[in-house]
């Protein structure tokens, strides 16, 4: 491949979630000082970036993705003056620092919001108002957190868009004023030495003209007109132009129902963002809607990462969890007996394919999903209202009937406090947590990874080490092997001389795998287990094995 380099694509980035990161001052919140005191700690990952969820000033409806104030930090997190001193300690320590940009929407105590319901100052088309009601809304279209994606507003006798929370009320990019209002916060928090930005479900926002109905079998009604809308593009070339492509940033794009077509379009050579997160991989355990059932297969995780590795013309972002998705090692190997396994196992697949990896906190030391007992427990908004439609459409009676399936999807299996050691809270605050803390915090934190010399935490380390060494897991060709294969998942990467094979047993059982003559095994180069067994063109992995040989 020929293929321009860059730091961002040679990066390893480690995402925060403030919330549930450190508490410094007891409150049960994380915050900016927390974070500073585990500086140290992140960079010794190896990571080169750190995307940091939002911080700005907000009711936190949606934990801060409803924004009141673009260039003020929310006062649990701290100050301006705590960021400043982020800032400067992350770049102290060679790392560089990207933020959230939430721009499709704000919530609704943004002064934007309050002006434009009382039709002042010239704020009424920032947002998206028209006639209806409850029972008549403008359209049928639904926030992405269940219900309709219209509210009522009484001072302005009318309804607004939403297509998250009603607090989160979506932006009219047609609006000259909006885009340009835009485009000035984003230059002040690049003139502060920002080095990125993560966009916010960016390719949403463009709505078509009319806003016309979506097709009602969706789970996402209407996302057909509101996902890559018709100007989509062209504000986000306007939006690269005005503002971050005068700087030495990266820019990762969030997209919402992106295939990779569309997303070759924003992220090929002159494209307006470096990269996407797409949500392909995402989709493989999930059923038509949130609350159906989850059941997926090695094969389709495999044909949909392949294709991504393959077909995208632009560089790829690497992710397999975040703040939004559940712990990986429950999700796609096991977080009981063999979790130690599984969570070097998923690593090993994420630092051996071809794009920028990204880390959520926690990952490194194989955290797992909660058991959440009853909606009380939650503080997910998407979960709570994924349930409670159901329960108003008479779907279900309770909680109990989709016990499972919150279990395995909330969003709030990533918000558990990040476990540092086995003190009471995990040692994340001193008070009441915001959100449970994790049963198994005792034996799976930072403490006990560090000392343990078999942990998923050093394995972490050592693979960052081998793609800092090795470019072809970095810029390699990629080649899927044995394509069908239920429990298998083999590739080889390959980059001018130098070429590596990985194969990954994704079941619980022992495995033998043929390959290719051709592909005769050489040197191991990281594997998950210590004794290995004899190599050779048969194959036998045990149960969650990852084994990376040179093919040199
Ligand atoms: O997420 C967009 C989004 O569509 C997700 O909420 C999605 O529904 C879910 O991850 C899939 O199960 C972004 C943020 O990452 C999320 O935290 C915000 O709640 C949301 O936008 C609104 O700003």
Not at 18 to 42: A, H, K, M, T, W
Not at 275 to 293: I, T
Not at 518 to 540: F, I, K, M, R
Request: hydrophobic fraction near 35%.
């Amino acid at each position: 491949m020929d293929e321009e380099r860059a730091w961002w694509k040679e990066a390893v980035v480690y995402q925060i979630y403030p919330r549930s990161f450190n508490d410094s001052d007891g409150d049960g919140v994380g915050d900016l000082q927390g974070i500073i005191d585990r500086l140290d700690y992140v960079a010794s990952l190896g990571a080169d970036v750190i995307w940091l969820n939002p911080v700005y000033d907000s009711p936190q409806a949606d934990n801060g993705y409803d924004i009141r104030d673009y260039r003020a930090i929310y006062d649990e997190y701290g100050t301006m003056a705590d960021w400043e001193e982020l800032l400067a300690e992350v770049h102290d320590r060679d790392m560089r620092l990207i933020m959230d940009l939430v721009v499709n929407h704000t919530s609704t105590e943004h002064e934007w919001f309050q002006q434009s319901r009382r039709d002042e100052g010239g704020y009424r088309n920032y947002y998206f108002w028209r006639e209806g009601d409850a029972e008549h809304p403008p359209n049928n279209w639904k926030s992405g957190f269940g219900g309709s994606a219209w509210a009522s507003d009484e001072e302005a006798g009318m309804q607004y868009l939403h297509l998250f929370d009603e607090t989160q009320a979506d932006l009219d990019w047609d609006e000259a004023a909006v885009r340009e209002d835009v485009y000035d916060l984003i230059n002040w928090w690049l003139e502060k030495g920002i080095d990125g930005f993560r966009m916010d479900v960016i390719n949403l926002i463009s709505k078509p003209e009319g806003l016309p109905d979506g097709d009602p079998e969706q789970d996402w009604v209407g996302i057909e007109h509101f996902a890559n809308g018709p100007r989509a593009q062209e504000y986000l070339a306007e939006m690269a132009a005005e503002t971050y492509d005068n700087y030495d940033a990266m820019t990762v794009g969030e997209c919402v129902g992106i295939d990779v077509e569309t997303a070759s379009d924003y992220v090929s050579a002159d494209g307006p963002m470096d990269m996407v997160f797409h949500f392909e991989h995402m989709q493989v355990d999930m059923g038509d809607r949130w609350l159906s059932p989850a059941e997926w297969d090695l094969s389709d995780l495999k044909a949909v990462m392949s294709y991504w590795q393959t077909e995208l013309d632009g560089w790829n972002s690497l992710y397999l969890t975040n703040h939004d998705q559940p712990r990986i090692v429950s999700r796609f190997a096991d977080d009981d007996e063999y979790r130690v396994e599984s969570g070097k196992l998923l690593g090993t697949l994420l630092f051996t394919l071809s794009g920028t990896p990204y880390v959520y906190q926690g990952q490194e030391i194989g955290m797992t999903n909660y058991p959440w007992s009853g909606l009380d427990e939650l503080d997910d908004l998407q979960s709570i209202g994924k349930v409670e439609e159901a329960i108003e459409a008479g779907e279900i009676d309770g909680f109990e009937e989709v016990q499972d399936i919150v279990r395995a999807r909330s969003r709030d299996n990533a918000r558990t406090p990040m476990q540092w050691d086995d003190s009471e809270n995990a040692g994340f605050t001193n008070g009441d947590p915001w959100l449970a803390v994790n049963p198994d915090y005792e034996d799976v934190n930072v403490a006990a990874a560090e000392a343990d010399p078999d942990s998923v935490l050093h394995y972490y380390r050592e693979l960052v080490d081998l793609r800092d060494a090795h470019a072809v897991f970095v810029y390699g060709d990629y080649e899927l092997l044995l394509p069908d294969h239920e429990e298998v998942w083999a590739y080889r990467m390959e980059l001018d001389e130098e070429a590596v094979l990985v194969a990954l047993n994704f079941s619980d059982t022992e495995t033998t795998v043929t390959l290719d003559p051709a592909a005769a095994v050489g040197d191991l180069l990281v594997s998950n287990y210590d004794e290995q067994h004899p190599n050779g063109t048969e194959l036998t992995l045990r149960p969650y094995e990852a084994r990376v040989y040179s093919l040199n």
